[in-house]
C-alpha cells in the first residue's frame, strides 16, 4: 500500500466519477430488469457488447456518427431485449430464479459466440477524428469520450426516470414491479409489460455500449468486463431501485479508481466486492433501498 | 397445573399496535379458543406464542420456564407445536415424509420416524395418500396433513390457527373429533378458529380479541351471549339486523 | 411391486453398472478415459453441490471458491512443506470446509437467500480469484506447477490414466452412497424441508441455521477433495481454473440440468454435459465459436423444456403415466 | 470442397461460411457423417494436430497463432508434400482448447487417438502444460507454440520443443536495447518503472526487474493490473508520477489499446519513452490498424519476423492473400516456424515414428526460417538456442525491425517524439 | 339476455379441485354477494371471472360473449373490475397516480378527468391525499384507493373481495356506504364478504359457497333469516 501524492488523487476522483457514470447506465438497465421481473440477467453483457459493435459498423461502413448511432443503437437493442424476452425468457417467469439465471447464461453463451463467428474475435476501436482531446485543469486531465458518457449517462436516466414517472407505461411499468396482482386489476397486459420493460434494459446498456465504445476497446467478449460490476452496483444501488444504481454507479467508479491509488491493480477489484458482500450482509435492501422513489 | 402463561404481550409493527397488553394462562389438558374479527391480532399473537415473532415488551412462561425470545425450533423441541392458517407444506415431498419431518424431531431413526409418522396418517385418515405429493391434496388433506405434522412432534401444547376454515361439513366434524381425540391424550390445545360452530362446540374456555386487545374471557355459552362481544365480533350491524 | 424385490432389483443395477464401469478403462483408449474421468469429477462436484444447492435449496454461484482452495491448499502444503498429497486432499477438505462455515455462518446468520446467496458466493469465489492472483504475482505468476514425481499410489501420480480414473470412480461412488444416506436419513428430510419451506420447517423444530450450514460444510469439504484431484491430475493450478465464473458454472451446471435435489441427476447432468460439450465440439470445429453457439442453444432448449432437469423430468412423466394408469 | 476443407481449420469464417454453417448446424442431427466428409479421410495424410483458443478472451491471438501453423503446412502441401516420403500431404486438425486445461488435454488426446504425428500449441502457458505432458506420455513430440511458461521445458521432458525467444531471451532483450539506446543517443537512461499484466506480464516484469541492474538501470517502481480492467487512468497516472526515464510496459493487446490512449490522454512522456517489453499490443499490426496515429513511434522488445528474409517475405504475401479476417502479427512468425521445425524433420527423417521423429527434430538446424535468429537448434531442454527478441517500432503506419542491426531495416526514431507530435 | 353467468365452472389448482359445478347468474344494477368461510373459494371465483385463473371445464359468459378465454386485461376492457382482496394498490406510487392507473386502458383513459372527479367526491379524503404515496395511507383510505382505482377503470361490473378486511367498524359502514353509492350512479356489484350479515343486509341477491361448491342461493332478504346461516357463521 502506497500513499498517493495530491494530483494523483484528484486524478483518481475525477475518473471514478466518470466511470461510475457509466457503470451506473449499465446496471440502470439491469436493475429495471430485475424490479419488474425479478430476474438476474446474464446476458446484460452480451446486449452492451451488441451495442458497441452496432456502432462501430454503422461508424465504419456507413460513416454515422458514434452518438448519433443510437437513434439505431438504442431501438435496435430494444428489439433485440424484446424479442429474447417474448420469445425465451417468458417461457420460464414461473420457474425458479436459478433457472431464468441460467437461461440468460445461455442466452449469452450464444450471442457471444455468434459474434465471434460474425465479426471474428479481433479487437477494434473506434476513433473519432473530432474527439481525441482532452481537457486538463491543473494537474488532472479528463477525458473528453468519457464526459459525454457520463453526460449521456445522467441523460439516459434522467429520460428513464421521467419516462417511468410521467408516461402512463412508465406507471404501468412501476406499478407491474410493485403489485402484479394490482397491475392485473386495472388491465396492465403483465407479458407486454415484461417485455418492454426487458427491451428498455436492453436499450439502456446498448447506449451504454455505444457511449463506451468511443473510449474502449470492441470485442464478443467485452461484456463480461462490466457485467459483474453492473451486477455489483444493482445490489449496493437496491435491486429494482434505478436513481439508486446510478449512484451507487458512481461509489463503484470511486472505490475502483481511487482504490487503485493506494493498492495495486488486482486488490482495487477486491474493494468492490468486499464492499458488496458488506452491503449484502448488513444493508441487503441496498443503500438506497428497494423502491422506485 | 398452567401450562402456558403469557403477561402482558405488546407487537407493534410500524405504527400499528397489533397486541396490546395481552395475558392469559392456559390450563393443562384444556381446549381454549382465541374468536375475534378478521385483523384483530389472533395469527400475531400465535406467532408471538410459537416464537416467529418476539414481543416488543412481555414474557411467556412454557411449563413454568421463561421461553420469551426463543426461536419456533426450540419451542418444538419443549413441546410446542404449531399450525398454520394456510397449510405450509414441503410442496415437492410426499405427504408421508411431510409428516416424518415432524417425527424426526424426536426420534433420530428412519425407520421408527417413518413408524411413528404412518401411525398418526392413519390416525388422521392419511394413510391412503401416505406416497402422494403433498402438492396435489386437496384442502381437507391438507388441513389434516398440517395437523398430522405437528402432532408428530409429539408437543405437550399445540396451537391450531383456523384448521377447520374452509372445509364442508363432514370434513369439519372428523377434525372436531381429532382435535377432541388429541385433548383426550392429554394434550393441551389452543385454538383460533373463525367457524363458531366448531369453537363453541370444543372449547372448555373462549377468550375474545379484538383490536390486540383481550376483551372478554368464558365459558362459551356466556360469551355468545355477552353483548359486547357481539357487537365487538359479529358487528353492529348484525345486532341491527336481528332487531329489524 | 414389493420393496424387497425392487431392493434387489436396486442392488444388481447397482453391482452390474460398478462392474462395467471398473472393467470400462480396459476395452477403451486414454481419451475415453479421460472423457470419463473428467464426467466422474464433475459428476462428483456436482454431488457435492448438490447437497447443498439441491438438497438444501441454497443455491450457490461460487463452489469454485471451495474448489480453487482445496486446488491450493494441497499444492501448496505438497510444495512447500512436502505434505502428501493425500493427506493434501484431507486437509484441503478442512481448508474448504472450514471457509465454508466461515461464509456460510455470515451468510446463514443474516438470512441471504435466493439470489443474494448466489451473488455473495460469486463475490467470494471473484475475491479469492483476485487475492490468488495478486500473491501469485511473485512467486508463481503464471500458475503453480506440482513437480512430476514417480508414478506411485502415494506420491498421487500415475503415467497411466486409468488409476485417475479408478480414484475419480471411488469419490464419485462415495459420494453417491453419501447422497443417499443423505435421501434417506434425517439430515436429508431436514434439508429438504428447509429448502421447501423455512418456516414450516423452523416450526416442526429444524434449527435452519444450524442444517444450513451443515449442509455447506459436507458440500464445502467434498468441492474441495475435488479441487485436490484436479490439482494432482493436470499438475497445475492457476487462478483462473480454480476461483473463475466458468468453474463455479461448470459445477452447478451438471445437477440443474441433471436433477438437482436428486440422487443420481447431478453425475447424469455432467456425463450429458461433458460428453454434449465434445460431441459440438468435434462436429463444429473449426468453425470459430459455433460449437459454443450451439451448447447455447441447447442449454437453453434444455431449460425451458426440462426445468427441474432430465430425471426430474423423466419423474414427471413417469408420476402422469402412473396416474393415467390408475384413472383407466 | 477443398476450399471448404481449408476454412475449416483456420478458424476464419466469413459471413458465407457462417451461413452454410449455420444451415448445417440444423442438420447436423440428422447427419453427424458430415464432418468425416469434410475433413476428406484422403489416404497417406500426415496427420498434424494443432490445439489453440479460438473462442473466449483469448480467440484473436490464438486464431492468429493457429493460422500460422496452416499456413506453413498449406504452404509445404502446395509445394509438394513431404518430399522424402514420396510427396506426402500433411493436414492439420485444429482444435479448440478455449483456454482450458481440461479441454486441451481432451484434444491433445483426441488429436493423438485420431492418428496425429505431432502436437502444435496451445498459446496459453496452463493449457500447454498439460499437453505437452500428455504428448511426453505417449511419444508424441509438442511444438510449443507462445505459451512462455518456464516451467514447461523444465520438467525434463523429451518431447516438447520451443523455437521461439524464452523469457529470458525477452527480459534480456529489453534491458540490452534499453542500454542501447540510452547510449547511443545520449539520453541517460538510469531509472525505468514497469507497468504489467498479471501472468505473464508479471514473469516479465520480475524478470526484467532481476536483469536491470546488470544494464545499469534502476526499477523504482511496477504498477499492476489485472487481466480485463475497465479501467487504467489510476494506474498511469500513479506510474507517471513515479517520473522514471523510461517506462517498459508489458500486457495483451486489449489492455494495450486500453493503455495506449491513457497514456496519450494524459501526455505520458518520460525522456526515454515507453517501451513495450514482450508486449501483445506494442508491435501488433492489428493495435496499428486499430489506433492508427496513436501507434506511430511506439516501440517493444518482442519476437519478430526477419525482414530480410525472402521468405519471411512471401509468408506474408501468402498469409493476407488468405487470411482476411485475421491480421498478420507477431504471432503468426514463431508458429509458422514451429511448423516449419516440424515439416523439416519429417522430410529429414523420411517417417511419422514419434520417436525417430523426436530425434530428428532434436537435431533440427534450420538455417530457412521466418523468425530472427540464428539457425533453429535446440538445447537439452528443448529450447531453441539462437532465438533472439528485435527492438520493433511502429514507423509510418509499419512494425519495423529496428534493432540489433543485421536484422534491421531502418534506425529507430528515438527519442520517441511526443504524444501531440504524432501525425 | 343475462348480465353475467358463469356457467358449472370447474376450477382446479395443482391438481386441487377449487370450484366445482358453479353456476351463478348476475343481473345488471343489483347486488349480489358470494358469503362463505374462508378458502371456500370466493376469491377464487373472482380471480376466475377476472381471467387470472382458467376454468377446466364451464363457461362464463358477460352479455352473451364468452370471456372465459380472455387475458385479463381484455376482461378488464370489456368492463369487469376486480378490486383485489388486500386492495393490491402500489404503494410506492403516489395517490394520484394510483388513480391515473385505474384508467390505464383507452376508454377510460378518454374519461379520466370525469372519472377523476367522482373519486373524489365519492372520496374527498383522497384528494385531499393525492400527492401522498398511496403506500402511507390507512387501511380504510387505502380501501377508498382501491375502490376508487377500481371506478376509474370505467366497470360496468365491479366485484369486491373481502373490502371490509381489517377495518374498523365505522370504516365499513363508510365502505359499504359508498358500494351502494356506486351502485346507485348504474353498476352492478359483485360482492364477496365474511362479514356475513352486513354483505347480505346490503346485496339484493346472495349465493352461500362451502367447499368450492354453491350450497344456497336466493335473495339476500331471505338467507338472513335462514337458520343455516346462522348456524354455520355463528354457532348458534
Redesign the interface.
Known amino acids: 500500500m502506497t500513499i498517493p501524492g495530491i494530483p494523483l488523487l484528484l486524478q483518481a476522483i475525477v475518473n471514478g466519477i466518470l466511470m461510475g457514470g457509466v457503470y451506473g447506465l449499465i446496471a440502470v438497465g439491469l436493475t429495471l430488469i430485475f424490479g419488474v421481473m425479478n430476474i438476474i440477467n446474464f446476458a446484460h453483457g452480451a446486449f452492451m457488447m451488441l451495442g458497441m459493435y452496432a456502432t462501430y459498423w454503422l461508424y465504419v461502413l456507413l460513416g454515422i456518427d458514434p452518438y448519433l448511432s443510437l437513434l439505431l443503437t438504442i431501438p435496435l437493442l430494444f428489439i433485440v431485449g424484446l424479442l429474447i424476452e417474448r420469445f425465451l425468457i417468458a417461457q420460464v417467469l414461473d420457474a425458479p430464479g436459478h433457472n431464468q439465471l441460467l437461461l440468460t447464461l445461455g442466452i449469452s453463451l450464444f450471442i457471444e459466440n455468434f459474434a465471434i463467428c460474425l465479426w471474428s474475435p479481433n479487437f477494434r476501436t473506434l476513433e473519432i477524428p473530432y474527439l481525441q482531446n482532452v481537457v486538463n485543469i491543473g494537474t488532472v486531465m479528463i477525458s473528453i469520450p468519457k464526459v459525454i458518457a457520463f453526460l449521456s449517462a445522467i441523460i439516459f436516466t434522467a429520460l428513464l426516470y421521467y419516462f417511468l414517472k410521467k408516461t402512463d407505461m412508465g406507471k404501468a411499468i412501476r406499478a407491474a414491479s410493485e403489485e402484479k396482482e394490482g397491475a392485473l386489476t386495472v388491465g396492465i397486459n403483465l407479458k407486454k409489460i415484461y417485455y418492454v420493460a426487458f427491451g428498455i434494459g436492453a436499450a439502456c446498456v446498448g447506449a451504454a455500449g455505444t457511449v463506451i465504445a468511443p473510449f474502449f476497446y470492441v470485442n464478443p467478449h467485452v461484456g463480461g468486463i462490466f457485467v459483474i460490476v453492473a451486477f455489483v452496483v444493482v445490489v449496493l444501488g437496491g435491486m429494482g431501485n434505478f436513481i439508486g444504481a446510478f449512484f451507487a454507479g458512481l461509489i463503484i467508479g470511486l472505490a475502483e479508481s481511487v482504490g487503485a491509488a493506494f493498492v495495486p491493480g488486482q486488490v482495487k477489484q477486491f474493494i468492490i466486492y468486499f464492499i458488496f458482500i458488506l452491503v449484502l450482509l448488513f444493508k441487503p435492501e441496498g443503500l438506497f433501498g428497494r423502491s422506485n422513489e | 397445573m398452567i401450562i402456558l402463561k403469557v403477561n402482558d404481550f405488546n407487537k407493534a409493527f410500524g405504527g400499528l399496535q397489533a397486541i396490546k397488553d395481552f395475558s392469559f394462562e392456559l390450563e393443562k389438558g384444556e381446549i381454549l379458543g382465541i374468536i375475534g374479527p378478521n385483523g384483530a391480532g389472533k395469527t400475531t399473537l400465535f406467532n408471538l406464542i410459537s416464537g416467529f415473532y418476539s414481543p416488543d415488551t412481555g414474557t411467556a412462561l412454557f411449563k413454568g420456564e421463561d421461553v420469551t425470545g426463543l426461536r419456533p425450533y426450540q419451542l418444538c423441541k419443549r413441546g410446542l407445536a404449531r399450525t398454520f392458517q394456510i397449510p405450509q407444506l414441503f410442496t415437492n415431498l410426499t405427504v408421508l415424509e411431510n409428516v416424518r419431518i415432524g417425527s424426526y424431531s424426536r426420534i433420530t431413526s428412519s425407520r421408527e420416524a417413518t413408524q411413528e409418522a404412518l401411525r398418526i396418517l392413519d390416525t388422521v385418515g392419511l394413510y391412503e395418500k401416505r406416497n402422494e405429493l403433498a402438492s396435489v391434496l386437496s384442502i381437507g388433506h391438507r388441513k389434516n396433513m398440517e395437523l398430522a405434522k405437528a402432532l408428530a412432534t409429539g408437543p405437550e401444547l399445540i396451537l391450531l390457527d383456523e384448521v377447520v376454515a374452509g372445509l364442508n361439513p363432514k370434513e369439519t366434524d372428523t377434525i372436531i373429533e381429532h382435535i377432541i381425540r388429541i385433548q383426550k391424550q392429554g394434550i393441551t390445545v389452543l385454538l383460533i378458529e373463525h367457524v363458531m360452530k366448531a369453537i363453541m362446540s370444543l372449547s372448555n374456555r373462549i377468550i375474545v380479541i379484538h383490536y390486540g386487545k383481550n376483551i372478554a374471557e368464558g365459558r362459551p355459552g356466556k360469551i355468545s351471549k355477552d353483548p359486547k362481544v357481539i357487537e365487538a365480533y359479529l358487528g353492529e350491524e348484525y345486532v341491527f339486523s336481528k332487531s329489524r | 411391486m414389493s420393496s424387497t424385490t425392487q431392493y434387489t432389483r436396486n442392488i444388481l443395477v447397482i453391482v452390474v453398472a460398478g462392474f462395467i464401469l471398473i472393467i470400462l478403462p480396459h476395452f477403451i483408449?486414454?481419451?475415453y478415459i479421460?472423457?470419463a474421468t473428467?464426467i466422474l469429477l464433475y459428476g462428483y462436484l456436482g454431488l457435492a453441490w448438490n447437497i447443498l444447492?439441491g438438497y438444501a435449496g441454497q443455491?450457490s454461484?461460487g463452489h469454485a471458491a471451495f474448489f480453487g482452495v482445496g486446488a491450493f491448499t494441497s499444492t501448496l502444503l505438497q510444495l512447500n512443506i512436502g505434505v502428501n498429497p493425500w493427506i493434501g486432499m484431507f486437509l484441503a477438505g478442512i481448508a474448504g470446509m472450514l471457509l465454508g462455515l466461515f461464509i456460510g455462518a455470515?451468510?446463514f446468520r443474516?438470512g441471504?437467500r435466493?439470489?443474494?446467496f448466489?451473488?455473495?458466493m460469486?463475490?467470494?469465489a471473484?475475491?479469492l480469484r483476485?487475492?490468488a492472483?495478486?500473491w501469485?504475482?511473485?512467486k508463481y505468476?503464471?500458475?503453480i506447477?506440482i513437480?512430476?514425481n514417480t508414478d506411485s499410489f502415494w506420491n498421487f501420480q500415475f503415467?497411466k490414466k486409468a488409476p485417475y480414473y479408478y480414484i475419480m470412480l471411488f469419490m464419485t461412488a462415495a459420494a453417491l452412497y453419501l447422497t443417499h444416506i443423505i435421501e434417506?436419513?434425517?439430515i436429508g428430510?431436514?434439508f429438504?424441508?428447509i429448502r421447501?419451506?423455512e418456516?414450516?420447517?423452523?416450526?416442526?423444530?429444524?434449527?435452519?441455521f444450524k442444517y444450513k450450514l451443515l449442509a455447506m460444510a459436507i458440500s464445502s469439504f467434498l468441492t474441495a477433495m475435488g479441487g485436490t484431484f484436479y490439482a494432482q491430475y493436470?499438475?497445475?493450478v492457476?487462478e483462473?481454473?480454480a476461483f473463475g465464473?466458468?468453474g463455479s458454472?461448470e459445477i452447478?451446471?451438471g445437477p440443474?440440468i441433471g436433477g438437482a435435489g436428486t440422487v443420481f441427476g447431478p453425475v447424469l447432468g455432467a456425463g450429458v454435459l461433458e460428453c454434449l460439450?465434445?460431441v459440438t465440439?468435434?462436429?463444429?470445429?473449426?468453425?470459430?465459436?459455433?460449437?459454443?453457439?450451439?451448447?447455447?442453444?441447447i442449454?437453453?432448449i434444455t431449460?425451458?423444456f426440462l426445468?427441474e432437469g432430465i430425471l426430474g423430468g423423466l419423474q414427471l412423466i413417469f408420476?402422469k403415466l402412473k396416474k393415467r394408469g390408475r384413472r383407466h | 470442397m477443398k476450399e471448404k476443407s481449408k476454412d475449416s481449420q483456420t478458424g476464419k469464417v466469413d459471413r458465407r461460411t457462417f451461413l452454410k454453417t449455420a444451415g448445417m448446424a440444423g442438420v447436423a442431427v440428422s447427419t453427424m457423417g458430415f464432418p468425416a466428409v469434410l475433413r476428406g479421410a484422403a489416404p497417406k495424410e500426415i496427420l498434424i494436430g494443432s490445439i489453440h483458443p479460438t473462442t473466449g478472451w483469448c480467440a484473436y491471438d490464438g486464431t492468429c497463432a493457429a493460422q500460422g501453423v496452416q499456413l506453413a503446412i498449406d504452404l509445404k502441401n502446395a509445394a509438394g508434400g513431404i518430399k522424402s516420403m514420396g510427396g506426402a500431404k500433411l493436414k492439420v486438425l485444429l482444435k479448440d482448447s478455449q483456454s482450458k486445461p481440461k479441454v486441451g488435454e481432451a484434444a491433445a488426446q483426441k488429436l493423438i487417438r485420431d492418428g496425429c504425428v505431432a502436437l502444435m500449441g496451445c498459446f496459453n502457458s496452463p493449457v500447454t502444460l498439460v499437453t505437452t505432458k500428455v504428448a511426453e506420455r505417449k511419444g508424441i513430440p509438442h511444438l510449443i507454440t507462445i505459451a512462455v511458461a518456464d516451467e514447461i521445458l523444465q520438467r525434463g521432458f523429451k518431447y516438447t520443443f520451443r523455437s521461439q525467444p524464452d523469457t529470458q531471451d525477452m527480459s534480456e532483450g529489453t534491458c540490452k536495447y534499453v542500454r542501447h539506446l540510452s547510449d547511443k543517443f545520449k539520453k541517460d537512461i538510469k531509472t525505468a518503472s514497469i507497468m504489467h499484466i498479471n501472468g505473464f506480464g508479471a514473469v516479465i516484469a520480475n524478470k526484467v526487474e532481476k536483469l536491470a541492474p546488470q544494464y545499469g538501470l534502476e526499477i523504482i517502481g511496477k504498477v499492476s493490473y489485472n487481466f480485463g480492467a475497465a479501467d487504467l487512468t489510476t494506474e498511469i497516472s500513479k506510474l507517471k508520477g513515479m517520473n522514471a526515464d523510461v517506462i517498459l510496459d508489458c500486457g495483451y493487446l486489449a489492455d494495450g489499446i486500453l493503455k495506449i490512449k491513457t497514456y496519450n490522454d494524459m501526455k505520458v512522456e518520460p525522456k526515454g519513452g515507453i517501451i513495450g517489453a514482450a508486449n501483445g499490443a506494442f508491435s501488433n499490426k492489428a493495435m496499428v490498424k486499430q489506433l492508427g496515429r496513436l501507434s506511430e513511434f511506439l516501440m517493444d522488445t518482442n519476437y519478430f519476423y526477419n525482414p530480410k528474409s525472402p521468405l519471411a517475405e512471401k509468408v506474408i504475401k501468402e498469409y493476407n492473400k488468405r487470411f482476411t479476417k485475421v491480421i498478420f502479427q507477431s504471432h503468426v512468425a514463431p508458429t509458422f516456424d514451429a511448423a516449419l521445425v516440424l515439416i523439416d524433420a519429417l522430410e529429414r527423417s523420411g517417417t511419422t515414428d514419434p520417436k525417430k521423429l523426436r530425434d530428428a527434430i532434436a537435431k533440427t538446424s534450420l538455417k530457412d526460417h521466418v523468425m530472427t535468429g540464428g539457425p533453429i537448434e535446440f538445447d537439452s531442454t528443448g529450447q531453441n538456442k539462437n532465438a533472439i527478441a528485435n527492438l520493433l517500432q511502429v514507423q509510418k503506419r509499419t512494425v519495423k525491425l529496428v534493432m540489433p542491426k543485421e536484422y534491421a531495416v531502418t534506425d529507430p526514431v528515438y527519442p520517441i517524439p511526443s504524444w501531440s507530435s504524432k501525425t | 339476455m343475462s348480465f353475467l353467468k358463469a356457467d358449472e365452472i370447474n376450477v382446479q389448482y395443482e391438481d386441487m379441485h377449487v370450484l366445482q359445478e358453479v353456476t351463478m347468474e348476475i343481473d345488471q344494477q343489483k347486488i349480489v354477494t358470494i358469503v362463505g368461510a374462508n378458502g371456500a373459494g370466493k376469491t377464487t371465483f373472482l380471480k376466475t371471472i377476472a381471467g387470472i385463473l382458467r376454468p377446466t371445464s364451464g363457461e362464463i359468459r358477460f352479455l352473451g360473449d364468452r370471456i372465459d378465454h380472455l387475458y385479463p386485461h381484455k376482461i378488464v376492457e370489456k368492463g369487469l373490475v376486480r378490486i383485489p382482496e388486500g386492495r393490491k394498490i402500489f404503494p410506492s406510487l403516489s395517490v394520484l397516480e394510483n388513480l391515473e392507473l385505474g384508467s390505464y386502458l383507452p376508454k377510460p383513459k378518454a374519461k379520466r378527468p370525469e372519472s377523476l372527479e367522482k373519486v373524489f367526491f365519492l372520496f374527498p379524503v383522497l384528494k385531499e391525499r393525492s400527492k401522498q404515496l398511496a403506500g402511507t395511507l390507512s387501511g380504510g383510505e387505502q380501501q377508498m384507493l382501491a375502490i376508487g382505482r377500481g371506478i376509474m377503470s370505467l366497470p360496468r361490473l365491479l366485484m369486491l373481495d373481502e373490502p371490509s378486511l381489517g377495518l374498523a367498524p365505522v370504516l365499513v359502514r363508510e365502505i359499504f356506504r359508498s358500494v351502494r353509492e356506486i351502485n346507485k350512479q348504474g353498476t352492478t356489484i359483485l360482492l364477496v364478504e365474511q362479514n356475513v350479515f352486513t354483505a347480505l343486509d346490503l346485496a339484493h341477491d346472495g349465493y352461500v359457497l362451502e367447499n368450492g361448491r354453491i350450497v344456497l342461493k336466493g335473495k339476500s332478504k331471505d338467507l338472513l333469516h335462514n337458520e343455516h346461516i346462522k348456524e354455520a357463521f355463528l354457532g348458534i
Not at chain 3, 418456516?199 to 435452519?208: D, P, Q, T, Y
Not at chain 3, 462436429?283 to 447455447?296: A, Q, S, W
Open positions: 483408449g486414454d481419451y479421460h472423457m473428467m444447492g443455491f454461484f455470515l451468510c443474516y441471504l435466493g439470489p443474494y448466489a451473488l455473495a460469486l463475490a467470494l471473484e475475491m483476485l487475492l492472483v495478486q501469485m504475482t511473485v505468476p503464471l500458475g506447477n513437480p512430476i503415467d434417506v436419513k434425517r428430510s431436514y429438504k424441508a421447501e419451506n418456516a414450516a420447517a423452523e416450526s416442526l423444530g429444524i434449527n435452519l493436470y499438475l497445475i492457476d483462473e481454473a465464473v466458468n458454472i452447478l451446471l440443474i460439450s465434445e465440439r468435434d462436429v463444429f470445429e473449426g468453425y470459430g465459436g459455433v460449437h459454443l453457439m450451439v451448447y447455447g442453444v442449454l437453453v431449460i425451458i426445468p408420476r
